[in-house]
């Protein structure tokens, strides 16, 4: 059975930081493409970073300088490091696991709020 969990979120002031974490099990971790993706009341859901299977990272520009997206396959895990926390970065925050030809696996969502 295929399990994505998020942890980390929580309530944060504007300028703080939160590292948040997804453990996959019950897929090959090193085969997947990792993404962090968020969805804010009444918006749709974005992709936020992503990292590859090589760790190739992407970022959507919002964030760049601010997040960094890390894995690690030992513990089947990927991370987001969120500094400089501002209001709009306040969503639900949910990781995606991919693979080419194969379904996508997706987290229940860990909640992020920055109070301004």
């Known amino acids: 059975q295929v399990q994505l969990v998020e942890s980390g979120g929580g309530l944060v002031q504007s300028g703080g930081s939160l590292r948040l974490s997804c453990a996959a099990s019950g897929i090959g971790f090193v085969f997947f493409d990792m993404d962090w993706y968020r969805q804010a009341p009444g918006k749709q859901r974005e992709l936020v970073a992503a990292?590859?299977?090589?760790?190739?990272?992407n970022y959507t520009d919002s964030v760049k300088g601010r997040f960094t997206i890390s894995r690690d396959n030992a513990k089947n895990t990927v991370y987001l490091q969120m500094n400089s926390l501002k209001p709009e970065d306040t969503a639900v925050y949910f990781c995606n696991a991919r693979r080419p030809g194969r379904n996508s696996y997706w987290g229940q969502g860990t909640r992020v709020t920055v109070s301004s």
């Open positions: 990292i590859s299977r090589t760790s190739n990272t």
